[in-house]
């Protein structure tokens, strides 16, 4: 009964959580955006982040050559963000790697992930990625290089599958009342 109680006090206090609101890089408090106490940000003051995003439990935001992530993005889990890649430097440099102020092959570039993009499970985005508005990342996803606004991609590597729009304008044709709130944000580009 004891043991019980104390894995149940055990498992409530160090279980993931939602951490409501963030500040951003320019210290405006963005206090609908959601971030795990599960997920790893690397290099937070290079993270440019909009309000309303989730980020949900194990995954990894490398902000550390400038990651920008849209608002009302979603992350689900056990996703990557990645802004540099040393894979490639540490088998041309093999043991000379460390050290090396610069080594051959090191990649390191900012990466953006427009506004309302939703990343499903175990995606990878990589360095330099620029994913648009409004897109569908499917579940164990790399996706390397653009990704036009309002795509539906998916594989490895991801490649475009189908439109977003497609999608929505059937669940809008359902719902006209919603119209308006969904051609606020298509239409607003910041």
Known sequence: MIREWLQRGWRALVAPRMLYGWRDVGGRWLAHTRISNATRVESPEQLHIGDHVYVGPFNLLDASGGLHIGEGVQVTTHCALLTHSSHQALRLAGRAYWGDADPPGFVRRPTHIGAYTFVGPHSVVAPGSR??????????????GDVPDFAVVGGQPAAVLGDTRDHDRVWLEAHPAERAHYDAWVRDRS
């Not at 994913?131 to 390397?144: L, Q, T």
């Open 131 to 144: 994913i648009g508005r409004g897109v569908i990342v499917r579940a164990y996803s790399y996706v390397d």
